[in-house]
């Protein structure tokens, strides 16, 4: 019986079923759509030939020397050998640098959404509409005074300066992505546990996270992906040593040898790994996550 | 002429047998209630006989057409659903207009239409305003409107009353029948709440499990009830059901042996035709027994359990030999807890149900 | 000790220790320093110079107010959003419809289609800039094959703006596809069903069930993507740096240019605030339809 009940009681529309016709259009579009993904990582497993050919070329024999170039050139003087470009570097402090700023934001935004959510002050909304204001700010002009503060306090191109800017550009997404998954869980819980005598950290890290830990592993994940994908602040405030992925490509972009192509489309086909990973995972939350958790459904 | 028929009618969901072999006959006029508990297929079967859910086997007919290759916009019908699918964009007098476009009237015709229904259902008022903003016991009434505003053949509704309270339901239930009363269509009722299908319906078709238990007038459906099922879904509070051996019959009287005590009781002359010792189930509504000071060969004693005052009346839960014997009685009778009290079932009033769960008739 | 404790965690209190952390840290990363700059577009100040500042009235403002130049990156940055978010709506909607039916692998088709808008916009631009590419660019190939003549897209203005255009609208159709097909499997089944009863045209069916579901999300799209599209910068910036000539430059890169390379701190400071004004306004009216949306639903 219950599954007749669902079928009636649904929420969701059923949508009409439309076949594996529909599959091969759809299939045939979203493939077009897809490919200059799909095109760059072709690119990457292409030899120089082949990736400056005319006419382009659809099939090839696969090589990995573009992925081997992404971290390894050979030295132009001495015997030759293989000398590191850096690149691995760039892809640990784009790792590093986002978990962490990451991390920070989600501790300290998920304490105010809680705070936003259940204990609403006066002016609560305005307070939000503040702390969401600064996330739709146009970055040029939060980093225009903060590369002149970093610079004073001497935090510019350091990994501290770096991971707090991220974590304050980080938080307001938190704060509202986290505010809409507390609004959607009931209080009854909460009030019952204290009914029950548990003390307040008990009923925010006993109840609350626990129910939520969903929604706070797609608030980190997709933070983490927004911060992995950053290009401006990452390229004004980091250093040599500090420089994250997106910088680093940038740069190759403005090369003084022209474009190296096919060590770029090797460089993004690694970069895009995660991203790839993530929006498959997130499927069910990315509409939350893209609207900064303004619009559930 | 406005009726349905409704032959062997099967819906199948993979592997789940929604609703089988179904037959039901509307005449123009009538109205049929389609009761039974959640999940027994009564709504599927009325959004089969709509169009809205293909069928699996059988045949649905309405006018005296067959409609099951037909779309629901091409079988004229006027629907009203449980949710009242209100246009939430137009306003109550758009909305009521809406089934009328097909038909390409001229607008005059349209409002002077919808001003007609809207007066019928007191919602003159509220025509400009947005579905939103309306009250449940609006919002149900501009369903209903909508659905008789034009000449359909058939009207089917579907749980029409569920949204709303209870003063409400009470009303409305008056309002339909009547409405209803005057259009001499055949109409379908989906309902689970028996009070509304013995009020509006003229028969009763009662569900379980996709089949029809029986289809009977209200009086017949609560005076008659064809086994078991229908006998405990039908009635407030429900009719007890006492397991018994039927130990002799003579001239009337059945001899019962009900829970250690054997008892005369007054039943159709059918059941002399089971064998003395027959296993059966004695079905007794509360209403049925009279309190008696003194015990007799026709009466059942008990001792009062639980005292459930209902206004009117009074709901006494007995207990005997560990089962549960509820009986209505009027609010001046008074009784107190553990006492032992005596009852007797009055004439006619007692159902003898076989082994199989039927009620033995004759 | 005992009581400070009791005092801070009381529970008037619990609201506003529970979003401090939060209030402090955006006030830190981004209030103060936006104050900071608020004040610097007062006074005459070079980050390039050691001079001090010198007091400078409401001349900056006047200054960039009147600007010819700043006129023509706002009508640029107009003519840019105007195009991409139309593109990106009338794009949105056919996938949404598309997608508005239930058939095999759809949830594997829609990652595809998905994927583009969790890209960084650096490996977006990169993708674009090897299809535009003038000799082997896919894009430019395909229209010499076709029409004889070689294609160099960002070499004219009007090329560069669709340039900038097509990678932007490519990279967030699939937002606007996912709010509005939330608008549409969030029609209940039972309103198609009564249309259908009701014998109403398809037409009529799409005006008075479909669309009245879309609409509010449509709305809040087009704010969104305005918002966004106002700030694009790392697109152009790495796809025709503003050219030819400054034909592209959108008020993000002009801002970025008049900061980071002229160091006229002053000048892009009061800029800055024009934008936050125009930002807040934006901010505004979104979060109102988002509220109205949600009292309604």
Redesign the interface.
């Given at each position: 019986m219950s599954v007749l009940l669902s079928l009636f009681s649904k929420k969701?529309?059923?949508?009409?079923?439309?076949?594996?016709g529909?599959?091969l259009?759809?299939?045939i579009?979203?493939?077009i759509?897809?490919f200059?993904?799909l095109?760059?990582i072709m690119?990457a497993f292409k030899t120089r030939a082949d990736?400056?050919?005319?006419?382009?070329v659809f099939f090839f024999t696969p090589t990995l020397e573009n992925f081997v170039a992404v971290f390894y050139r050979v030295a132009q003087t001495g015997g030759g050998e293989a000398i590191s470009t850096g690149m691995g570097g760039f892809f640990f402090n784009s790792i590093f640098v986002a978990s962490a700023g990451v991390f920070l934001a989600l501790i300290?935004?998920t304490?105010?959404s809680?705070?936003?959510s259940?204990?609403?002050?006066k002016g609560n909304d305005t307070?939000l509409?503040?702390?969401?204001?600064?996330r739709?700010?146009?970055?040029?002009?939060?980093i225009?005074?903060?590369?002149?503060?970093f610079?004073m306090v001497g935090l510019s191109g350091s990994y501290i300066g770096v991971i707090?800017?991220y974590?304050?550009f980080n938080?307001?997404f938190s704060?509202w992505m986290m505010k809409s998954f507390f609004d959607e869980l009931s209080p009854d819980v909460e009030d019952s546990a204290r009914m029950d005598g548990s003390s307040?950290f008990g009923v925010f890290f006993k109840m609350c996270i626990p129910q939520l830990k969903a929604g706070l592993a797609a608030t980190a994940v997709f933070a983490v992906?927004l911060t992995?994908?950053?290009?401006?602040f990452a390229l004004?405030l980091t250093s040599t040593d500090t420089r994250t992925v997106?910088v680093a490509?940038?740069r190759t972009?403005g090369g003084e040898i022209g474009?190296e192509?096919g060590l770029?489309?090797a460089i993004?086909t690694l970069?895009?790994v995660p991203?790839?990973a993530?929006?498959?995972l997130l499927?069910n939350h990315?509409?939350r996550g893209?609207?900064f958790g303004?619009?559930k459904? | 002429m406005s009726t349905i028929q409704v032959t062997n009618l099967t819906k199948r969901f993979g592997d789940m047998l929604a609703v089988s072999g179904v037959d039901l006959d509307v005449a123009a006029g009538e109205v049929l209630c389609l009761l039974g508990p959640s999940g027994c297929g009564k709504t599927t079967t009325l959004r089969m006989i709509?169009g809205?859910e293909t069928t699996t086997d059988g045949e649905v007919r309405i006018a005296g057409k067959r409609v099951n290759e037909i779309?629901?916009?091409?079988r004229d019908?006027?629907?009203v659903?449980?949710?009242y699918?209100l246009?939430?964009?137009?306003t109550v007098a758009e909305n009521l207009g809406?089934?009328l476009?097909?038909d390409k009237l001229p607008q005059s015709e349209i409002d002077h239409l919808v001003s007609e229904v809207a007066r019928k259902l007191a919602l003159t008022d509220v025509l400009h305003r947005l579905p939103?903003y309306l009250a449940e016991g609006e919002k149900q009434r501009v369903a209903v409107a909508?659905a008789i505003i034009r000449d359909p053949n058939c009207f089917l509704f579907d749980e029409p009353l569920s949204r709303l309270d209870v003063e409400l339901r009470q009303t409305m239930r008056g309002q339909i029948k009547e409405i209803l009363d005057g259009l001499s269509k055949a109409t379908v009722i989906v309902t689970h709440d028996q009070l509304e299908a013995l009020t509006m319906a003229d028969r009763i078709a009662v569900m379980r499990d996709g089949k029809i238990e029986q289809v009977a007038s209200p009086h017949d459906i609560f005076t008659k009830p064809k086994n078991l099922f229908v006998a405990g879904f039908i009635g407030t509070p429900a009719m007890n059901l006492q397991e018994a051996v039927l130990t002799g019959y003579e001239a009337g009287m059945g001899t019962f042996q009900v829970a250690n005590q054997t008892v005369a009781i007054a039943v159709n002359p059918a059941v002399q035709n089971l064998a003395s010792g027959a296993s059966v189930t004695l079905g007794i509504r509360p209403r049925a027994y009279d309190i008696i000071s003194e015990a007799a060969d026709d009466t059942f004693s008990a001792e009062v359990d639980l005292i459930e005052p209902m206004g009117a009346e009074t709901l006494i839960h007995m207990m005997e030999s560990d089962t549960d014997v509820r009986v209505v009685v009027d609010r001046t009778v008074h009784l107190t807890q553990g006492e032992r009290v005596h009852m007797r079932c009055r004439p006619d009033q007692a159902h003898v149900f076989n082994t199989e769960g039927n009620r033995v008739f004759s | 000790m005992r009581d400070f404790w009791q005092w801070m965690?009381s529970p008037s209190r619990?609201?506003?220790?529970?979003?401090a952390?939060?209030?402090i840290?955006?006030f830190?990363?981004?209030?103060f320093?936006?104050m900071?700059?608020f004040g610097?577009s007062f006074f005459h100040y070079k980050?390039s110079s050691i001079q001090p500042p010198r007091f400078a009235g409401l001349y900056y403002y006047e200054k960039v107010l009147t600007d010819p130049v700043v006129w023509e990156r706002m009508q640029t940055t107009a003519l840019i959003v105007a195009m991409s978010v139309l593109l990106q709506l009338i794009i949105g909607f056919a996938?949404a419809m598309?997608?508005?039916?239930?058939?095999?692998?759809?949830?594997e088709?829609?990652?595809?289609?998905?994927?583009?808008?969790?890209?960084?916009?650096?490996?977006?631009?990169?993708?674009?800039?090897?299809?535009y590419e003038p000799?082997?660019g896919?894009l430019s190939?395909a229209y010499s094959?076709f029409s004889g003549e070689p294609l160099t897209l960002l070499a004219t203005q009007w090329g560069a703006v669709w340039g900038i255009v097509i990678a932007d609208a490519?990279m967030w159709s699939p937002?606007v596809m996912?709010?509005v097909l939330?608008g549409?499997?969030?029609?209940?089944?039972?309103?198609y069903?009564?249309?259908?009863?009701?014998?109403?045209?398809k037409w009529?069916r799409f005006i008075?069930?479909t669309?009245?579901?879309v609409r509010g999300?449509l709305l809040?799209a087009l704010l969104?993507r305005t918002?966004e599209t106002?700030?694009i910068?790392?697109v152009v910036?790495?796809i025709t740096n503003g050219g030819p000539g400054t034909s592209t430059e959108t008020i993000?890169v002009y801002?970025?240019r008049v900061?980071?390379q002229f160091f006229k701190?002053s000048q892009?400071?009061a800029l800055?605030?024009i934008?936050?004004f125009i930002?807040?306004v934006?901010?505004?009216l979104?979060?109102y339809f988002?509220k109205k949306r949600g009292e309604?639903g």
């Open positions: 969701e529309r059923r949508l009409r079923e439309a076949g594996w529909w599959t259009f759809a299939g579009i979203s493939l759509y897809f200059p993904v095109w760059i690119t990736a400056l050919a005319t006419p382009p300290i935004g304490l105010a809680y705070g936003f259940r204990y609403p002050l307070y509409f503040v702390v969401l204001t600064t739709m700010l146009p970055p040029i002009i939060v225009i005074p903060i590369f002149l503060m610079r707090l800017l974590a304050a938080l307001p704060i307040e992906i992995w994908n950053e290009f401006l004004l997106p490509m940038a972009i474009v192509w770029l489309a993004i970069f895009l991203v790839f993530v929006t498959y499927q990315l509409l893209v609207t303004t619009i459904k | 709509a809205l779309s629901p916009s091409e019908i006027a629907m659903f449980q949710f699918a246009y939430p964009s137009l809406f089934p476009h097909h939103g909508r | 965690f619990r609201g506003p220790m529970l979003i952390p939060a209030l840290m955006l830190v990363m981004n209030i320093p936006l900071w700059s610097l980050a996938l598309m997608f508005e039916k239930k058939f095999p692998l759809r949830r088709i829609l990652m595809l289609v998905l994927t583009p808008m969790m890209l960084s916009f650096v490996a977006v631009g990169v993708f674009f800039k090897l299809f000799t082997f896919l190939q094959y490519w937002f996912l709010l939330a549409l499997v969030s029609v209940p089944d039972y309103l069903e009564a249309a259908e009863v009701d014998r109403a045209s009529k008075t069930v669309f009245p579901y999300l809040l969104f918002i106002f700030k910068f790392d910036y790495l993000a801002v970025y900061a980071f701190t892009s400071s800055s605030y934008l936050l930002v807040i934006l901010t505004n979104y979060l988002v309604e």
